[in-house]
């Protein structure tokens, strides 16, 4: 006979906490967070720069103290955590299949399920980087991991790929560390991270950005002793000619996100080919009933600050969903969100405008840099939000906030699409 | 210290050569400059164990491969190696390649290889669906079969050092000399007494012989590029799909691995570099670009990871299995390119054949065929993998996310014989580091692992050699 | 003299244009909200950052820390030696004091993670 759980929350980090306290605060007090780390807080626990929390708490905090916020309410709460506890498939009726070291291998049904397993790094392999393959090439992540929660620095003599935020943190700590960084490059001529961590993390220390340039070439059969980086032209193609070699013993990977969608497989749900992350309608509910998602593992985000509102909403939907609440007390009035004019996706992919009493946030990202735009979300009866942007980035989330009384005004398809001045 | 035979290479068919002479009363050492075993061509090919319709009959390359095919049900039994028979596919483009397919299959026949057919394109799309559009016909081989490369070497090293066969790494050969009874052979570690010496140095094979013989061949590494997608890319093919072979090898393969993932490849360049084991941007665009040529669909979005190896391509165009001529007690085992990993089980028959002509040969009562792999509780059936994790915890902790491998596998891989004791070796025993992220979340524990084994700070801990 | 500053004061990143006349700053355009100008009148006369790192417990792991407050830009490094040489007993948590007035700065570098 299996275990029983009202709500299964797949993962401890901030998406996670965040759902639990949410729906626990709606009344479902039956829930159990699954926690494949012996701790919780997920990757908060190596970000331990600060930044984080601005939008939440009003203060900046490092990443361990905002884990740290959630997990007091989670442990105010009694909700169950189970660290150690990796889960290995989701079943379309939420049975889940968890291991531990400290229960075995179990089969546990839930009533709802909320998807918080947040998202890895694109390892070198799928960046299709020729070359030897040697010791000293990390991934961003797992070298932020080795230092601060291990002590162990990688390496000296630094290049990094990628201009995500982690790459750019990772460039400041291992400086700080006494490593000597001595480019960051980045493929798109814009950066991947945000704004604030360009001054801040190379800025500050002189660390070149070399936007349009990637690395071409890796030397070095066992141990790393250099790459050789060139600029790319605007389909990303190498420019023969402007090859440069520079010696080092550790490249870092900072080239983009992927949400980690393979439990989300699984359980047979449909995955969005643009964010990688699982389809869902304004309740953040996937295509399988009564399974949620949040976090990283739907979309990748910049702020963890979006992240733990997000988990809010999926963890008070999921409680409703668990209560029975809001079912098939209303006709569905389904329209479809369109990632529009310079608009890459958007989240959700459908609103029920009949069955949602909550704002409505609709977050995207944009395909280009755009200046002195305007974001609109327009439907069959024309514009309902028009929101002025001085600029707009691909590597910085938007997130326009539809009030519920506007709700009603919306026919046919919603519309979300950039208005130009273009750079 | 003497031995009655020293195995220089411990590659696949040094591995295959020493677990088959240890079933005799033999002091056999295998020698390997790296620090594992499978550290060279026999870590980067193609994994499959090909059925044996392309090799000229007559030549040692036709027999072998004939024989090692079916050899691999035994074996795969016997020392708990992945394999399935999946069978393969040559497929052609029009009506005036057939004649081609047709003489494949007449050369196979010839060669022994049972069941062989050509399939017409309905036929042939009803196998494989995702066969390109352009295919016209191909050839069906339901004997070519799929194997762990790595496990397949490793389970050979590991049954032969249960035999007591020996091992010295991280020892690089540096010369040979002829004695009264046999040889010396000098490495960067000790010197050692040999009465036989086997080489199966794949490519410095002709280096080594050079030592002591007069030359008579010479090998030229032939690099080939791979890419290797997803398991989620896994059921693109249910079989191997070739294309027509030429005379610099049997094409891009598109091909299941037994552990779900697509492997493509490989390229063929001739190199004078014997290290050059680096994918070049022009070889993976080869790969990508003819892959797609025999089979449709390939989500190249989803690939994690790509690598190149080193074909040990002789200059005789075939195997190059004897004793010397003139330097008695001196074999080769050399020019081991494809199909040299389906081969290697019948190699080392045919070594054993050669060393009972020098020394008498005498069964051990004791020799123990059976090899017990370390447990992989990811495919086990539910009920057998709750049993395990009760016995043993640490089976439980997941560290290894991507493939599911637990704290368990990984200590079994670091304190078994011939254990890992690098970040490489874990990955090849075991496969944490082997999925989609390539290692990114698991490495920090390995590396911690790794380095409480071996008493050593996280900056000793290697990823290879 | 003008100078061109991107606002580090929240996410936002606002691309501010100060107007400067003997190291004083006289006007700041282009901010979105009364940090981007603080920021820019700090920024430009005596810049100041928060320092993030680790020190090493008696446990041999290392402990994630934080300047209590903002450090002058040209102390990070001095603060970074006072950082290293620190040594934290464990258990300890948020708040402790991990070194005390950090390279002579006033500022105390404090604990970011409960460890135990």
Not at chain 1, 15 to 35: K, N, S
Not at chain 1, 330 to 351: F, K, L, M, S
């Amino acid at each position: 006979m299996a275990e029983k759980t009202a709500l299964a929350i797949i993962g401890g980090g901030p998406a996670g906490l965040a759902a639990a306290a949410a729906a626990y605060d709606c009344g479902i007090t039956d829930i159990t967070i699954f926690e494949r780390d012996n701790e919780l807080g997920g990757i908060l626990n190596q970000c331990i720069h600060n930044g984080f929390g601005l939008h939440t708490f009003g203060e900046e905090l490092t990443g361990p103290e905002y884990a740290a916020r959630f997990i007091e309410k989670v442990k105010e709460r009694g909700i169950c955590c189970e660290t150690g506890s990796m889960v290995l498939s989701i079943s379309p009726d939420r049975e889940i299949t968890v291991v531990s070291k400290a229960k075995g291998l179990r089969v546990i049904q839930a009533d709802a399920v909320i998807l918080a397993m947040g998202c890895r790094e694109r390892p070198r392999g799928a960046l299709n980087i020729p070359g030897f393959r040697p010791q000293g090439i990390y991934t961003a992540g797992t070298a932020q991991k080795l230092v601060n929660c291990e002590g162990f620095l990688p390496g000296k003599e630094v290049v990094i790929l990628g201009s995500g935020d982690i790459g750019l943190i990772m460039a400041r700590r291992m400086t700080l560390e006494g490593a000597h960084v001595k480019a960051v490059a980045e493929l798109m001529p814009y950066s991947g991270g945000l704004k604030r961590n360009i001054v801040q993390c190379l800025d500050d220390y002189k660390i070149p950005l070399l936007l349009s340039h990637t690395v071409v070439d890796i030397k070095g059969k066992r141990k790393l002793e250099g790459v050789t980086i060139a600029e790319v032209d605007a389909t990303s193609t190498p420019i023969p000619g402007t090859e440069q070699y520079y010696e080092c013993d550790t490249l870092l990977l900072s080239c983009g996100l992927i949400p980690e969608n393979e439990l989300t497989l699984t359980a047979g749900i449909k995955i969005n080919g643009m964010t990688n992350g699982p389809e869902v309608d304004d309740r953040l509910t996937t295509s399988a009933e009564g399974i949620f998602a949040c976090g990283n593992v739907l979309h990748v985000h910049d702020l963890v600050d979006f992240v733990s509102e997000e988990a809010g909403r999926a963890g008070r939907n999921a409680a409703r969903f668990i209560s029975g609440e809001g079912a098939k007390e209303h006709e569905p009035d389904i329209h479809r969100v369109i990632a529009g004019n310079g608009v890459r996706y958007t989240v959700p992919c459908t609103v029920d405008t009949a069955n949602t009493d909550e704002e409505l946030h609709i977050r995207f990202r944009v395909r280009n840099v755009y200046k002195g735009c305007t974001i609109t979300v327009s439907t069959g009866d024309g514009v309902i939000v028009s929101k002025k942007k001085r600029i707009t980035v691909p590597s910085e989330m938007e997130d326009v906030i539809i009030k519920p009384d506007k709700l009603g005004a919306i026919t046919g398809d919603i519309t979300v699409s950039i208005e130009e001045g273009r750079v | 210290m003497k031995y009655d035979a020293v195995i220089i290479g411990a590659g696949v068919v040094g591995c295959a050569a020493a677990r088959e002479l240890s079933r005799y009363e033999l002091k056999i050492l295998v020698i390997d400059r790296e620090s594992d075993v499978c550290e060279g061509t026999s870590k980067a090919n193609s994994a499959i164990i090909h059925a044996g319709f392309d090799a000229e009959p007559g030549t040692l390359k036709a027999k072998l491969n004939v024989q090692g095919n079916a050899l691999m049900d035994r074996l795969s039994d016997e020392l708990d190696i992945p394999f399935k028979r999946v069978g393969a596919m040559v497929v052609c483009y029009g009506d005036d390649e057939l004649p081609k397919l047709r003489n494949l299959l007449e050369r196979g026949e010839t060669n022994g290889v049972k069941g062989l057919k050509i399939l017409n394109r309905d036929d042939a799309l009803a196998l494989e669906p995702n066969l390109a559009d352009e295919v016209y016909a191909a050839l069906y081989a339901p004997t070519s079969g799929i194997v762990c490369p790595f496990e397949m070497t490793l389970a050979f090293a590991e049954n032969a050092y249960m035999n007591d066969a020996e091992f010295m790494l991280s020892a690089e050969v540096t010369g040979i000399e002829k004695t009264a009874d046999g040889f010396t052979v000098k490495t960067t570690k000790d010197d050692v007494e040999a009465g036989i010496v086997i080489n199966c140095a794949g490519v410095y094979a002709d280096r080594i012989h050079d030592m002591v013989c007069e030359p008579s061949f010479s090998v030229t590494p032939r690099r080939g590029e791979y890419l290797l997608l997803d398991r989620n890319a896994g059921k693109t093919v249910g079989c191997t799909i070739f294309q027509l072979p030429t005379k610099m090898g049997k094409g891009i393969l598109v091909s299941p691995t037994v552990h779900g993932n697509l492997l493509l490849g490989p390229t063929a360049d001739d190199t004078d570099d014997r290290e050059f084991t680096a994918t070049t941007r022009d070889g993976l665009d080869s790969v990508k670009k003819k892959s797609a040529l025999s089979v449709k669909n390939i989500p190249y979005g989803q690939v994690i990871t790509s690598f190149s190896g080193l074909r040990a391509t002789g200059s005789t165009g075939d195997f190059i299995i004897r004793e010397d001529e003139k330097i008695k007690g001196f074999i080769d085992a050399a020019g081991i390119e494809s199909p040299g990993l389906t081969s290697a089980p019948a190699i080392a028959l045919y070594i054993k054949d050669i060393v009972s002509g020098i020394l008498p040969l005498r069964e051990k009562a004791d020799f123990d065929p059976i090899r017990k792999g370390i447990p992989k509780l990811a495919s086990m059936p539910a009920e057998e993998r709750a049993e395990l994790i009760r016995q043993r915890p640490d089976y439980g902790q997941i560290v290894c996310r991507c493939e599911q491998i637990s704290e368990g596998e990984i200590l079994d891989s670091i304190e078994r014989p011939l254990g890992a004791t690098t970040l490489d070796g874990v990955k090849r025993r075991v496969r944490a580091g082997m999925g989609r992220c390539q290692a990114g979340f698991c490495s920090p524990k390995v590396i911690d692992m790794l380095a409480k084994k071996q008493g050593i700070s996280y900056g000793g801990v290697k990823k290879n050699g | 003299m003008t100078r061109e500053l991107i606002c580090i004061g929240c996410p936002m990143g606002c691309e501010l244009t100060a107007e400067v006349e003997d190291g004083k700053v006289i006007s700041v355009t282009g901010n979105t909200c009364g940090v981007g100008k603080k920021y820019a009148e700090t920024e430009i006369t005596a810049p100041v950052r928060t320092v993030t790192s680790t020190v090493m417990s008696d446990k041999g792991k290392p402990v994630p820390v934080k300047s209590a407050g903002a450090v002058p830009k040209d102390k990070i490094f001095d603060v970074m030696k006072d950082i290293k040489s620190a040594v934290v007993t464990l258990p300890v948590k948020i708040g402790d004091v991990a070194v005390t007035d950090a390279a002579g700065t006033g500022v105390d570098i404090i604990v970011t993670k409960e460890s135990f």
